[in-house]
């Protein structure tokens, strides 16, 4: 949607460390005018996951509270119980592009396996891809043959 700058950084930066969950449904409208021109919607909407203390940290997931509300609009369904981050990582902003990614590697797995054939996986900001990368290759294994990534900013 945005480049990662003032004044989309800032807002996103409330949603995300300012228990601003409200401001989800702001990012989703504008996210929606992009993705309803002549294109199929996925099946499922997948946000990526928290890890657990993470989340109790943050008050809620704010890649679940974004898909949420992707998904009242778009008239789609939401599953945040697809997939588990298992590993407790340490944020990505502060890494270089190399150490996001072993950071991520093996952080993720699938807790149910059904076949999905289009998904769009959800979530705040991409930076180098590694996050959403690590969880889309878990759903390609599973057979998925179509996984999209939505996002709020791309840094």
Request: glycine share 4%; aromatic share 8%; with cysteine.
């Amino acid at each position: 949607m945005f480049d990662y700058q003032y004044p989309a950084k800032r807002l996103i930066q409330e949603f995300k460390f300012n228990r601003r969950p409200e401001l989800a449904r702001c990012f989703a409208k504008k996210i929606k005018k992009k993705l309803v021109c002549n294109r199929s919607l996925p099946e499922i909407i997948i946000p990526v996951p928290l890890h657990k203390i993470r989340q109790q940290e943050r008050g809620y997931n704010q890649s679940l509270e974004l898909a949420k509300n992707l998904a009242k609009q778009l008239d789609l369904i939401v599953d945040g119980s697809l997939c588990k981050r298992t590993k407790n990582t340490g944020p990505q902003s502060a890494l270089s592009a190399e150490m996001r990614k072993n950071n991520v590697k093996g952080a993720f797995k699938l807790l149910k396996n059904y076949p999905l054939n289009h998904i769009a996986i959800v979530d705040d900001v991409v930076t180098t891809g590694s996050t959403v990368n690590e969880v889309a290759s878990l759903f390609i294994k599973a057979g998925c043959r179509r996984v999209e990534v939505w996002a709020i900013a791309r840094t």
